[in-house]
Structures are given as structure tokens and as C-alpha cells.
């Protein structure tokens, strides 16, 4: 694959994490069958050389579809699991940083708030545990900056002696943000921090996010399936598709000029006020295919409704298509204009 990505655009933004051809693999067992038959063992390919860049300060969203290799990412930027193949960099890092400090510096704020908090143990101790563990601050001055930490994803002071169990979703999102804050991580990692929560209260925790950013100029790698929720969020745009990235922009690009098929799909899909507002002329059908049977060829080519026969055996990789943006697809100079993008700005 072309690693289009393995240095920053002309725009003064330095990167602070790089993955170069991240690969990850599950081997499968014998069923019953092929163990009389002798047959092989297969192996799942959750990702398959995937080249990424986070730049210190923005927002990148991540998008693509269940099962297409998102949380799997995120999982291996975080140290939760090793990847198969492949390199991680993390810049700015001191030679020799140990295990704490690795897992200091970048954070991971989980899909379920409901799952991802201890209920056996208050706020309080919990923010507590991690200010101590990695001496963020002096001891006397925990409960003050475990208040602080609170007061800045929107809580008060009361938190600290309460439970998970005392608090909705919504809350319990901020604990969990909450939580990722209090060590001082360079980069959060965020796997589809609203998509559990009702629609009233995702608004909220976006716009926490966003305030985050600015005011502490982290780095945030959003991972979302759904491309409306990242739309006024996110800097930049990485589309990922059955264990690769597909394409990658500046989000005004992604939404004005898509280059990808799928990128244009996922963008059609978005609901609109007017039926006749976009062209159904991309609208894919169908699962995506098992990554335990990857399509030869461009893996989306059996639901691409432009693919043509060089699409079947030719497997492209990430190509520039203009400044700051690249495209894996065979045809991404010869689709056609996109109308979707400016009206959808409009009504969002």
C-alpha cells in the first residue's frame, strides 16, 4: 500500500501518533467438518495494512461501518491489543518511557458508559486512584483537582461520593471523559462515545468533546459510523471499509467532493429534508463480505455500483487525489461532480 500519510500536510500541524501498515489477525479453529476433511486453518483479518496519522491538536474521525476494523484501532493505539503486523508511533515520546507512561499518554473514552465504570467504586475513588498512580499531582491537592476534574465535563463536587449507579447515561459519559482527563493524555481515543446515548444528550457530549479540544488542544481520534455525527466535530476524515482506510480529507472536502464510492454512500445515507436532495446513483446494497473471505480485487467492488472489470483483480491502494486528500479507488479521478455535499451543510 502507498503510505500517503506518513508525513504532515503543508499545514504546520506535527503528528502525535502514526500507525504504518497495522495489520490484525484472529486465527480461527477447526470446525467439525474440515477436521476430518484436513483443511487448513483460516484466519480473520480485522485489519489489513492501515496507515494513519493524528496530528497534534485536531479531531480525526474515523467512519466506516460495523465490522469494518474501527474499534479494533482503537483497541491497539491504546495497548489494549497488539497488533499482528506493523509499526505504531508515538512522537514526542521520551526514549525509554516505560508501560505508565505509554498508557498515560494516550486515553480511550468507551461506547458504553454503562459498562466501562467499576459500580463497586465511587467517583471520588476512582479519580482519586489515578492521581495518585500517576502523580499527577502532590497528595494534598487531589480532592481540589478531582473537583476540577469534575467541574470541566460539566459536573459538581457532589460526584465524588456517589456511584456510577447514581448517574444516567449521559453522566456517566462525563465520568468516563472524566476519567481519561485525569491523567493528562496527549491523545483521547474515543470508540463511539454517543452512539449508546439518547439523540437529546449526544449534542451535549459533542460539543463537551469540542470544548475539550480547544481549550486543552488534545488530540482526539473519533471513531463513529455514522458521518452527521462528526460532520462540525472533526478537522479531518479517515474512512475505513472491511479493515482499510478507503479515503482521507479535510471533512469539508470529504463532504463537498467524496472520491470513494463508499465514502459517497455512507454520506447518501445521511437523512435529508427534500427526497430529490442527492442522487441515489451510489447507494450500495447488501453486508459488507466476511473478513474471513476478503474479495479479491478492491474489497468493495461486489457493492460498488461503478465497479468495472480491473475493479475484480486490481487491489488499489491509498493514492493522492488532491492536496491533503487520498482515495483508494481505481476510479476516483472519473467519478462524477457530487451534489449532496453543499445542500446537507445547509440543513444540518
Not at 485525569?182 to 449526544?202: C, F, T
Not at 447507494?283 to 478492491?298: D, K, Q, R, T, Y
Not at 455500483?305 to 493514492?319: F, K, N, Q, W, Y
Given at each position: ?99 505508565r507512561e505509554r498508557a498515560r499518554r494516550v486515553q480511550m ?211 493522492p487525489v488532491g492536496p491533503g486528500h487520498a482515495s483508494a ?20
Amino acid at each position: 500500500m502507498t503510505d500517503v500519510t506518513a508525513q504532515p500536510e503543508a499545514t504546520g500541524q506535527q503528528a502525535v501518533l502514526r500507525v504504518a501498515n497495522i495489520s490484525k489477525e484472529y486465527q480461527l479453529g477447526h470446525g467439525l467438518f474440515s477436521r476430518f476433511g484436513g483443511a487448513q486453518k483460516t484466519s480473520l483479518k480485522a485489519l489489513d495494512g492501515v496507515d494513519l496519522e493524528l496530528r497534534r491538536g485536531e479531531v480525526l474521525a474515523l467512519v466506516g461501518e460495523s465490522g469494518s476494523g474501527k474499534s479494533t484501532l482503537a483497541k491497539i493505539l491504546v495497548g489494549a491489543l497488539n497488533p499482528t503486523g506493523g509499526e505504531i508511533h508515538e512522537l514526542g515520546l521520551a526514549d525509554g518511557a516505560g508501560r505508565r507512561e505509554r498508557a498515560r499518554r494516550v486515553q480511550m473514552v468507551f461506547q458504553d458508559p454503562y459498562s466501562s465504570l467499576n459500580p463497586r467504586i465511587s467517583v471520588g475513588s476512582m479519580l482519586a486512584g489515578l492521581l495518585r498512580l500517576h502523580r499527577v499531582v502532590p497528595a494534598g491537592e487531589v480532592r481540589a483537582e478531582s473537583i476540577r476534574l469534575l467541574n470541566r465535563v460539566g459536573l459538581q463536587e457532589d460526584a465524588l461520593s456517589a456511584y456510577p449507579s447514581q448517574f444516567s447515561g449521559g453522566q456517566r459519559q462525563r465520568l468516563a471523559i472524566a476519567r481519561a482527563l485525569a491523567v493528562r493524555p496527549d491523545v483521547l481515543v474515543a470508540d463511539e462515545p454517543v452512539s449508546a446515548l439518547d439523540v437529546s444528550v449526544q449534542a451535549t457530549i459533542l460539543e463537551l468533546f469540542r470544548s475539550l479540544q480547544d481549550e486543552l488542544g488534545l488530540s482526539i481520534l473519533f471513531v463513529a459510523h455514522n458521518l452527521a455525527v462528526v460532520q462540525h466535530l472533526s478537522q479531518r476524515v479517515a474512512v475505513m471499509y472491511l479493515g482499510r482506510i478507503v479515503e482521507t480529507a479535510e471533512t469539508a472536502e470529504i463532504f463537498s467532493n467524496p472520491r470513494h464510492p463508499y465514502t459517497r454512500a455512507l454520506i447518501d445515507s445521511i437523512p435529508r429534508m427534500s427526497a430529490d436532495s442527492v442522487t441515489d446513483q451510489f447507494e450500495v446494497e447488501g453486508e459488507p463480505p466476511s473478513p474471513i473471505n476478503v474479495p479479491s480485487g478492491c474489497r468493495f467492488h461486489p457493492r460498488c455500483p461503478v465497479a468495472v472489470d480491473r475493479c475484480r483483480t486490481e487491489d488499489p491502494g491509498l493514492s493522492p487525489v488532491g492536496p491533503g486528500h487520498a482515495s483508494a479507488c481505481l476510479l476516483a479521478a472519473e467519478l462524477p461532480a457530487y451534489r449532496g455535499g453543499p445542500e446537507l451543510k445547509e440543513e444540518q
